[in-house]
């Protein structure tokens, strides 16, 4: 099971890599989502995909699945959820400012703005 | 008081948070976030005291036995930092009352800075491998506000470059502690460490070194990671840009320090080697940037990236001599690159550029401004009596003792490099012919001067007081000589 997720994990992280290449800023944060799914569910598959019930103490089970990968996505959720809001209304922004969404004609020294 | 090194965390959360309900009056605004600073600086000197007498501080988060929760530590180092940091947020909140603008203050200016210094000196303070990517998160944000706040055309353009960085450097971090989390099944730094020198350092744990590695150098811009730092730190205005370059790239520094001196130093031949030479190469990029331009917060900003070289050179010999030269060395360059942001700040201020060719004869009319800035200037190339020198003399020893000696030259040189860029601002700034420029009379210059010449005088003391802060500087030392100090104090056995 763990291969498995290592493999989709892998090609999550490759088309993060290849959007995050790209030219038009969109796609660059399309990329962005892609990478923290990517990390995200690295987390809980290094925490180990043993069978077990739900971490809940009502299951009163045999065993459970370790909680703490689980928290850690949590956090790592929301955390990649505010940088995303900020970084697209940014983009947002930088459109309405800069009128190009195109990241070669952002380049630019620091004298012509 | 047990709670003490929580302190200075939670005085500035209490103030930024406060901060958000009175973001229409400026004034008050202003007096909060002093009163508030100051009380933060004065309770990390207490911790300071504290642990100079007591030894390490830790707290157990809600009272969960050491791995189990998260867990607050205070080591002679991170008191030094925190206190430190709190210094040079003071005087950078200070500086901005006349130069940020009321249009900016109106905007949770004051607020964003208090959770920068949250964020900061949380992660100097943590003990935990997760909460510490989450005060970075707290920095990282805090920094995205900052550096995009004012929302001028090179502002949004850089910082989406700045954020895009810091949005992939993060992502590696969390796959960075899935995989050591995998391999050592713990967060606590400390049991992490334990384990670690149980199970020996597997040659997977030598990967995860290198990317810790990848990460930590994205923050702290090591050569070949430091792309973004140049036209992100050229975006926003002085005093951001102050608090940037003396803080942020110095927690980078401090976790490769923190990490490879706890964690990954069983496999030294590898690891620390490659260290050394991307310092190394690190030291001769920066130093190449900073006699390439003829723009003042250029020349600085490339300082910083020198002045990462040679702290990261100081980790990979790994001596308790290169050990104490290189936390001597953070502390100044710390205060000295914020003093050193601070006074051209004024410059700009005074001339309107920052262009050095349009500047000249600025000595004639503003004689304090003009010596302190050369004083800050000899003090960062390290001449004797200031304090760049003990810092860089220890390291260049301990390079010296390990028999590294063409990169202990490299480093040896590099201040000559940097004590040319500093020279060369001083010698087209200040000597000249006076030149006019328009609106310079209406600048509040003085007020200006003074948190930057707080700063220098604070590195005076610190490099004549050489003698006084040796004990300190030791006593932070031995953690990361020993780490078994580090463990013992955080596991209680």
Known sequence: MEILMSLVIGALLASAVYLMLSKSLLRIIIGTGLLSHGAHLLIITMGGLKRGAAPLLGEEAAAYVDPLPQALILTAIVISFGVTAFFLVLAYRAYQELGTDNMDEMRGNEAND | ?493
């Open chain 2, 1 to 493: 008081m047990i709670n003490l090194l929580i302190l200075p965390l939670l005085i500035p959360l209490v103030t930024a948070t406060v901060l958000i309900f009175l973001t229409k009056s400026v004034g008050a605004q202003r007096v909060i976030s002093v009163i508030s600073t100051i009380g933060t600086l004065a309770a990390s000197i207490v911790l300071l005291l504290t642990v100079k007498n007591e030894g390490i501080q830790t707290i157990n988060v809600s009272s969960w036995e050491a791995p189990f929760g998260i867990t607050l530590v205070s080591d002679m180092l991170s008191a030094l930092l925190v206190t430190t940091t709190s210094l040079i947020t003071l005087c950078v909140i200070l500086y901005s009352f006349r130069s940020i603008g009321a249009s900016r203050e109106r905007f949770y200016y004051y607020s964003v800075i208090q959770f920068l210094l949250v964020g900061v000196n949380g992660a100097f303070t943590t003990g935990d491998i997760f909460n510490m990517f989450v005060f970075f998160e707290v920095m990282l944000m805090a920094s995205y506000v900052l550096i995009v706040i004012g929302g001028t055309k090179i502002q949004l353009r850089e910082s989406i470059k700045y954020i895009l960085v810091n949005v992939i450097s993060s992502a590696l971090f969390v796959i960075a502690v899935a995989l050591l989390y995998s391999v050592v099944g713990s967060l606590n730094m400390a049991d992490i460490s334990q384990r670690i020198a149980e199970i020996g350092q597997l040659p997977i744990l030598t990967v995860i070194a290198v990317l810790f590695l990848i990460v930590f150098g994205l923050k702290g811009a090591i050569f070949p990671l430091y792309f973004w730092l140049p036209g992100s730190y050229y975006a926003p205005p002085v005093p951001v840009l102050a608090l940037f370059g003396s803080l942020l790239t110095k927690v980078g520094v401090y976790s490769i320090l923190r990490s490879y001196s706890l964690f990954f130093y069983h496999d030294q031949a590898f690891t620390h080697e490659l260290l050394g030479i991307l310092a190394i190469i690190t030291v001769i990029i920066g130093g190449i940037g900073a006699i390439a331009y003829w723009d003042v917060k250029k020349i600085i900003i490339y300082n910083i990236i020198v002045a990462v070289g040679v702290l990261v050179y100081g980790i990979s010999v790994a001596t308790e001599e290169s050990y104490k030269g290189m936390v001597f060395y953070t502390i100044h360059d710390m205060i000295i690159k914020a003093a050193l942001f601070l006074l051209i700040g004024v410059m700009i201020k005074i001339t309107g550029t920052s262009d050095l060719r349009k500047m000249g004869g600025l000595m004639k009319k503003y004689p304090l401004l003009g010596w302190t800035f050369l004083i800050a200037a000899f003090a960062l190339a390290g001449i004797p009596p200031l304090s760049g020198f003990v810092g860089k003399l220890l390291i260049v020893r301990g390079g010296f003792a390990e028999g590294e000696y063409v990169s202990s030259l490299i480093v040896l040189l590099s201040s000559l490099v940097v004590l040319y860029s500093v020279i060369k601002i001083f010698m087209n700034g200040f000597w000249k012919a006076p030149k006019e420029y328009p609106g310079e009379d209406s600048q509040p210059v003085t007020f200006l001067w003074v948190p930057g010449a707080i700063l220098v005088l604070t590195s005076i003391l610190y490099g004549v007081g050489a003698e006084v802060m040796y004990p300190i500087i030791s006593q932070a030392t031995d953690a990361l000589v020993n780490p078994t100090i580090y463990i013992d104090a955080v596991l209680k056995e």
